[in-house]
T-cell receptor
Framework: DQQVKQNSPSLSVQEGRISILNCDYT??????FLWYKKYPAEGPTFLIS?????DKNEDGRFTVFLNKSAKHLSLHIVPSQPGDSAVYFC?????????????FGQGTELSVKP | KAGVTQTPRYLIKTRGQQVTLSCSPI?????VSWYQQTPGQGLQFLFE???????NKGNFPGRFSGRQFSNSRSEMNVSTLELGDSALYLC???????????FGNGTRLTVT
């Protein structure tokens, strides 16, 4: 039972263009969502988060959008840079687990071509 | 500010042995969580410790255990190792509450 799904295993984008990574969830008790970036041989690095009381959060080139009715969130990276090439994970936290328990998607590998 | 530190980075063990992994959280972070990452199952939550108490536990057998010390450092132990325990074990710390987790670079465990 996969509660957080990233349906695209990979995405290829040209440098300077927008990258859009998508994530769907099934559990309506999720109230906090996060995006992480992971390079090989390193741990995931926190990028940006959003609470369920918001529908958008921006941090520099990164914007996360949350559509609660569709149980869908997306991460926009504008403009994309070759250094953004990595695996991106979305994660969610339930209102019943206000701590370190996150449910992760399977990841999307982003490749940004020069 | 130093990040989350995990030791050792790599381990090779034999089936039936036991192993202990160590994690030092970011200074000031009282919550430490452990995750297992495998190609087939992705990132899965093992357990979380806060102020030396286990606050949450994932769906792993009792062979997986952990503890947290008064300085917030944490260890996890896996007894009677199985081939399927080969994975990247990640530790993450946070201030608690609605704050993000910050991960270490993991310990790569190989069971032969």
């Amino acid at each position: 039972d996969q509660q957080v799904k990233q349906n695209s295993p990979s995405l290829s984008v040209q440098e300077g263009r927008i990258s859009i990574l998508n994530c769907d969830y099934t559990n309506s008790m999720f109230d906090y969502f996060l995006w992480y970036k992971k390079y090989p041989a390193e741990g995931p690095t926190f990028l940006i988060s959003i609470s369920s009381i918001k529908d958008k959060n921006e941090d520099g080139r990164f914007t996360v959008f949350l559509n609660k009715s569709a149980k869908h969130l997306s991460l926009h990276i504008v403009p994309s840079q070759p250094g953004d090439s990595a695996v991106y994970f979305c994660a969610a936290r339930s209102i019943y687990n206000q701590g370190g328990k996150l449910i992760f998607g399977q990841g999307t590998e982003l490749s940004v071509k020069p | 500010k130093a990040g989350v530190t995990q030791t050792p980075r790599y381990l090779i063990k034999t089936r039936g042995q036991q192993v202990t992994l160590s994690c030092s959280p970011i200074s000031g972070h009282r919550s430490v969580s452990w995750y297992q990452q495998t190609p087939g199952q992705g990132l899965q939550f093992l357990f979380e410790y806060f102020s030396e108490t286990q606050r949450n536990k994932g769906n792993f057998p009792g062979r997986f255990s952990g503890r947290q010390f008064s300085n917030s450092r944490s260890e996890m132990n896996v007894s009677t190792l199985e081939l399927g325990d080969s994975a990247l074990y990640l530790c993450a710390s946070s201030r608690g509450g609605n704050s993000p987790l910050h991960f270490g670079n993991g310990t790569r465990l190989t069971v032969t």
